[in-house]
């Protein structure tokens, strides 16, 4: 069998493999060690265009270098700013945006992603997105930051007004209270 019930990650990367179609242009507001990035880069051609963010300098380079490897940095646009600035670098209509909430794999823990900058950037891209475009989240629990942004954006993904967006909001009931959740938002078309 292919298809595999198996994390919030691979549930937001199956929406985006369903949504995106070649030239599509999009953001990673957490590129980490690039992984999502390099998969948003496959997906969006070369055509498309993938503009990422993350404070870390360090994941920024790592993610430059994945890419360069993966021979797909040409259509990406790398950023070392928080991701709640996006609105100063991005100005087009986006396809998607993918979050991927926490801190930087094998790095250091106490530079997680915050509820308070999570939000603004969390608006900022549901502002973006052209009718139609998609939003994933995926949200780590556990934590003290990572539970807030868990509670709260629970409570501000259900207040959107569903004549504007449809969200979804997915979870692993029996993998315990720390397991990631993953979080669907759709423009209204
Ligand atoms: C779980 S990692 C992302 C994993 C990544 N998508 C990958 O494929 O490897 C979360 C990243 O968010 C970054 N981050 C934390 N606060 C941020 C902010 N305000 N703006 C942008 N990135 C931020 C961290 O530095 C970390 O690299």
């Not at 990367?13 to 949504?19: E, I, K, P, T």
Request: proline share 5%; net charge negative; with cysteine.
């Amino acid at each position: 069998m292919s298809f595999l019930l198996r994390s919030a990650r691979y549930l937001a990367q199956d929406a985006l493999r369903q949504a995106l179609e070649p030239g599509a242009h999009v953001v990673d507001a957490t590129m980490g060690n690039g992984h999502d990035t390099c998969f948003l880069a496959e997906l969006v051609g070369e055509n498309g265009q993938v503009i990422a963010f993350d404070l870390q300098a360090d994941a920024v380079e790592r993610t430059r270098q994945l890419l360069e490897r993966q021979g797909l940095l040409g259509r990406c646009t790398l950023h070392c700013l928080g991701h709640e600035h996006m609105g100063q670098v991005v100005q087009e209509p986006l396809d998607a945006v993918m979050f991927n909430l926490g801190w930087l794999p094998g790095g250091n823990k106490a530079i997680t992603t915050r509820w308070e900058t999570t939000r603004q950037a969390v608006d900022t891209a549901l502002y973006l997105l052209r009718p139609g475009g998609l939003l994933t989240l995926c949200a780590y629990p556990g934590h003290p930051a990572g539970d807030e942004e868990r509670e709260r954006l629970t409570l501000y993904f259900a207040a959107l007004r569903p004549q504007e967006f449809n969200v979804l909001h997915q979870r692993f009931l029996n993998a315990g209270p720390g397991a990631p959740e993953c979080f669907l938002v759709q423009k209204q078309g």
